[in-house]
């Protein structure tokens, strides 16, 4: 979990708004600001967009509950970094390995679809997480948006770093940001993402962390 982190923050009142609406058609889901999940050392951050209303919001941890986790939580399987291929709650026994996954927005946005200004104010939660990447670290941006969140936290201009899936950017701090297309249900059922694309990805992560021991 970074630094100073929440999980009853309210400093954006549409999004806080929208939770306690939430909250009160579904009392049994967790519908507060998501922590991030994983190892606190791990060299390998994975940062999303934003908890979805049925996965994230309702289980409590990043990518749990909804399409998106399902390729996500398989593939960190298949490369060492997760002790299970599914991870179906909070409590379901999962455990990562030199990885941790957060997201851009730790709250449930309207229609997934975040302001730019909700962005920015949850920026300061993923300037702690990325502090806390040792050095020769990775960090894998899924889409857009977390690519851009990114670029932000650590004060860098969005025009010098041009986001596209599968490629590498020195971002300082001796950490690389890696991207990739978001694994959501659009992306892999329109296949813009495929499998193989997806692991292809993880593919050279794992090495190259390998390679540094």
């Known amino acids: 979990m970074s630094k100073g982190f929440d999980t009853d923050c309210r400093q954006c009142p549409r999004l806080a708004g929208f939770l306690d609406a939430v909250r009160a058609e579904y009392p049994g889901y967790f519908s507060r600001p998501v922590p991030s999940f994983g190892d606190p050392a791990a060299r390998l951050l994975i940062v999303g967009l934003a908890p979805g209303k049925h996965g994230a919001n309702a289980t409590g941890r990043p990518f749990t509950g909804d399409h ?35 997201n851009a927005v730790r ?19 993923l300037a702690d997480e990325l502090h806390t ?12 948006i977390a690519h851009r969140a990114v670029l932000r936290a650590l004060g ?9 899936h599968g490629a590498e950017h020195d971002i300082g701090h001796d950490l690389t940001l890696v991207d990739s297309y978001h694994c959501s249900r659009y992306n892999t059922q329109t296949r813009r993402l495929t499998t193989a694309m997806f692991q292809d990805i993880f593919c ?5 962390l390998d390679a540094t021991g």
């Open 68 to 102: 998106a986790g399902i390729l996500l939580y398989e593939t960190l399987f298949r490369f060492g970094f997760g002790t299970r291929p599914v991870s179906k709650s909070g409590d379901d026994g999962l455990e990562l390995r030199d990885c941790r996954v957060t």
């Open 107 to 125: 709250c449930l946005p309207p229609e997934n679809r975040p302001t730019t200004r909700e962005v920015d104010t949850c920026n300061r939660y």
């Open 133 to 144: 990447v040792p050095s020769g670290g990775f960090v894998l941006a899924l889409g857009t």
């Open 156 to 164: 860098l201009k969005l025009s010098a770093f041009r986001f596209g």
């Open 204 to 208: 050279r992560l794992r090495a190259a």
